[in-house]
């Protein structure tokens, strides 16, 4: 009886430092946007081929990161680079429906172990995506946005933006490149 009792205490012990340590790792996953775009839409973002980086001018303008700015790295999903190697923007076709964009953001951060100057990414701080889908946003010509914002200090993602009005914002922007239908990035020889 008295084992019985013990291992019930422990089996409760165990389950409470199990649900514990569930609610202390935040799953990015279970995250939507003010937009309706989920985080989960785009699981394996991370192995997307790299369309191409950035190095913003803006220093501090760059998501959360601090000045001096940060470093992006813009990768597509198969149908977006499928969309590039035919040619897109300059075969003047829309990109299509399926094809989807992810900007990856970090602070800027000095390598210190080469004998020369480098700068790497630092801390993450943001994670944007843009999705094509006609039918689902034709408000904003085709094109869905969604960012996330991660705090390194807290291991925790947050979606950014304070109502659907915050696609409506990026989509203003994107509208400097309609030619290119509304995409900035363009795809370098390699």
């Known amino acids: 009886m008295k084992l019985q009792r013990i291992t019930a205490i ?3 012990g165990t389950s409470m430092i199990v649900a514990g340590a569930l609610v202390a790792a935040q799953d990015r996953f279970t995250l939507q946007s003010p937009s309706g775009i989920a985080f989960s839409e785009f699981k394996g973002y991370e192995a997307w081929q ?6 913003p001018d803006n220093a501090g303008g760059c998501g959360t990161a601090p000045a001096p700015g940060c470093i992006k790295a813009i990768l597509g999903n198969p149908a977006m ?5 035919e040619g897109i923007p300059a075969n003047g076709k829309p990109v299509p429906d399926g094809a989807v964009m992810a900007k990856l953001e970090w602070a800027k951060k000095r390598h210190t172990a080469p004998p020369y100057a480098a700068t790497v990414p630092g801390a993450l701080s943001e994670v944007s995506f843009m999705v094509k889908d006609s039918k689902r946003f034709p408000k904003t010509d085709g094109w869905g946005y969604a960012t996330f914002r991660y705090d390194a200090a807290t291991d ?3 979606a950014f933006g ?3 009005a915050f696609a409506n914002k990026c989509h203003a922007c994107h509208t400097l490149v309609k030619t290119n239908d509304f995409v900035f990035t363009d795809y370098p020889k390699r």
């Open 50 to 55: 790299m369309i191409a980086p950035s190095d």
């Open 10 to 12: 422990a089996a409760v």
């Open 156 to 158: 925790d993602w947050k």
């Open 81 to 85: 680079i499928k969309a590039y190697s």
């Open 162 to 164: 304070d109502n659907a």
